[in-house]
């Protein structure tokens, strides 16, 4: 099965493991991703902020390149995928919006069809063909790790745009969990804000909400979590020494990018991911896993 | 038969709350209200719980249901059932019980007041007709216009949960449908008091208030457009807009994200206490090797992403 990687500026940047992951586990599960070099940042619901119709120009754009080579996009990040999800719904939804776009988008040599779709490295895993690719070749079965997923809420809500089955109760991740031989933890927050988009505007309220979502991870037994998203992977990781409530209980979690957790159960060494570079370590992993 | 879990609060008799299960057959085709009404009429005449129109259109009846805000009136009770036959009704979040489902809106009408929910046009008598608007200006602000203060965005909202401070999605749409009314007089003002501390950048555009709202509101949609107008009334000195304006830049320059400079461009160059409280995480990150590459890359075929900014203008 072969897509086109969008790989999203945060796993070319600070969590530059994520990108080196997601080679690894592609490989394992014999996929074949094509990074897009040539697409531009997704804009995070940001640069719509200034501009929504340039935000959608620039996906669009994005979405011509993997047109162009008949493939369908692999996202790894929630954020993206959230927000080229929501620029394929504006221009899907509204044809004289879409040959708008399309006008700007003449002169670079491009033209969005519709024919692509958009998906989250998860929902590749989460079909019968994911899922049987999983069970076939992992060689590290994740025995005796407890695993709390963390979505991201990009890849939940808006629900009509989510490739999960309920968004509001999802079971994608824990299902792929299961397959890796984990054990899923269900907990409240799995579907929660990690507090990421306003660390810069609201710090303390951002560190609560990741502080939260982590706690509730913890009473609920996991010993690791793994999250789709590298924003949220930053704010739970990277923000986790400075999270008063985990402070004052005394309590820290590691904390996984999905490619990550997958590849391990393919066989790969922790180095290898790049689990050294976080934040809160992951030694505790290698002691459950014997690995 | 299905059952109805629901959590009971009454101070003058017991100071926690608990939860109290009914056992109801669900009539073809009732709503979560209806059943209710059923519960309240044959089992126990004394939970309490506000209605009023049963047709979503008052936006009384807001609780929720199996964790997340609805309108009881407005969804089938079957739909709701989870793999147990069972719906866990608790009242909105974010607020204080009163009693059962029922909650204190205090602080939702505060923030509803805090935004002036009224027009402030610019002419001193009033006019002898009506303010017109074109169809083209009314669309502006029909979505905004469709709220029905139900509180389920409130409820739901993940900052709320964390920071009492923040306005909420429903007064930042009430203030949306006055900062795109093309009779208001007050747009700048609005927009920069909307961006104060606790208004619109401090959303953390979770979407759970578009996933809650029952009616086409969309509240994170119109904060969207909020910050859109600060940003054109130039309107930047705070740490949401330069985050924009860094974020925006960076794509114009590169066509992706230089993180080493949005967080300090977010901060502000003369703003030193925000400065050293970048310095903890970035510390750690960089002794972990998780900081982004010190020379940025620009991504391939950049000049097109470009010409594209050039010629919308931006």
Same mark, same amino acid.
């Given at each position: 099965m072969k897509f086109a990687l969008f790989t999203g500026c945060v796993a070319k940047g600070a969590t530059r493991e994520l990108m080196l992951s997601t080679t690894k586990a592609a490989r394992g599960l014999g996929f074949d991703f094509v990074e897009m070099k040539s697409a531009s940042c997704c804009g995070a619901g940001v640069v719509s902020e200034k501009s929504p119709l340039l935000a959608d120009a620039l996906n669009a754009r994005s979405f011509s390149i993997a047109e162009k080579q008949g493939l369908d996009i692999v996202t790894i990040c929630s954020t993206c995928q959230g927000t080229l999800k929501k620029t394929e719904a504006h221009l899907n939804e509204d044809a004289e919006y879409k040959k708008q776009v399309n006008d700007i988008l003449r002169e670079g040599g491009h033209q969005y069809n519709g024919k692509t779709r958009i998906k989250h490295f998860a929902n590749i895993l989460a079909t019968d063909e994911g899922m049987a690719r999983l069970k076939e070749r992992?060689?590290?079965?994740?025995?005796g790790l407890k695993v709390a997923a963390f979505y991201g809420c990009y890849v939940l809500r808006p629900s009509d745009r989510s490739d999960f089955a309920n968004p509001d109760n999802p079971t994608g991740m824990e299902d792929i969990f299961a397959a890796l031989g984990a054990t899923p933890v269900y907990y409240p927050s799995r579907i929660k804000c990690c507090g990421f988009p306003i660390v810069m505007m609201n710090k303390t309220a951002s560190l609560d909400m990741s502080g939260n979502a982590l706690l509730d991870a913890i009473d609920h037994g996991a010993d690791v979590v793994a999250t789709g998203c590298p924003l949220c992977h930053l704010s739970l990781d990277s923000y986790q020494p400075e999270i008063k409530i985990l402070q004052e209980t005394n309590n820290s979690i590691p904390v996984l990018h999905l490619p990550q957790l997958v590849a391990l159960a393919l066989g790969y060494s922790p180095d290898e991911l790049g689990m050294?570079?976080?934040?809160?370590?992951?030694l505790k992993i290698n002691e459950i896993l014997h690995c | 038969m299905a059952t109805f879990k629901i959590k009971r609060f009454n101070p003058e008799k017991q100071p926690q709350p608990y939860y109290e299960e009914f056992q109801l057959d669900i009539p073809p085709a009732a709503t979560l209200l209806d059943c209710m009404n059923q519960i309240k009429w044959t089992l126990d005449g004394s939970l309490t719980y506000r209605m009023s129109c049963r047709s979503a259109i008052c936006g009384s009846c807001a609780v929720k249901s199996n964790g997340h805000a609805l309108l009881a009136c407005q969804r089938q009770a079957e739909h709701l059932l989870?793999?147990?036959?069972t719906i866990t009704l608790e009242p909105l979040g974010n607020m204080q019980p009163i009693k059962d489902l029922v909650v204190d809106f205090t602080p939702f009408w505060d923030k509803i007041n805090q935004v002036k929910p009224y027009l402030q046009p610019d002419d001193e008598v009033p006019p002898q007709k009506e303010r017109r608007q074109s169809p083209q200006e009314f669309s502006l602000i029909d979505d905004a216009s469709t709220c029905i203060m139900c509180g389920a965005c409130y409820s739901d909202c993940n900052t709320l949960e964390v920071d009492d401070n923040f306005l909420g999605p429903a007064a930042l749409a009430k203030a949306q449908r006055f900062v795109g009314d093309s009779r208001d007089a007050q747009t700048h003002a609005r927009v920069q008091a909307l961006s104060?501390? +606790? +208004?619109?950048?401090?959303?953390?555009?979770? +979407?759970e208030c578009v996933e809650r709202c029952?009616?086409?509101?969309?509240p994170f949609d119109r904060i969207k457009e909020i910050m859109t107008v600060a940003l054109e009334h130039g309107v930047h000195d705070n740490n949401g807009a330069r985050h924009a304006l860094s974020f925006f830049n960076s794509v114009k320059r590169?066509?992706?994200?230089?993180e080493n400079r949005i967080p300090v461009e977010s901060m502000g160059f003369f703003n030193i206490r925000g400065l050293l409280s970048l310095l903890p995480a970035g510390l750690r990150m960089f002794l972990k090797r998780k900081a982004p590459p010190v020379i940025h890359h620009s991504i391939d075929e950049v000049d097109d992403v470009k010409r594209i900014f050039k010629e919308l203008g931006q």
């Open positions: 992992v060689k590290r079965p994740l025995t050294d570079r976080h934040i809160v370590s992951t | 989870d793999d147990n036959d104060e501390p +606790g +208004g619109v950048w401090d959303c953390t555009h979770c +979407g029952p009616k086409p509101t969309r590169s066509g992706n994200l230089n």
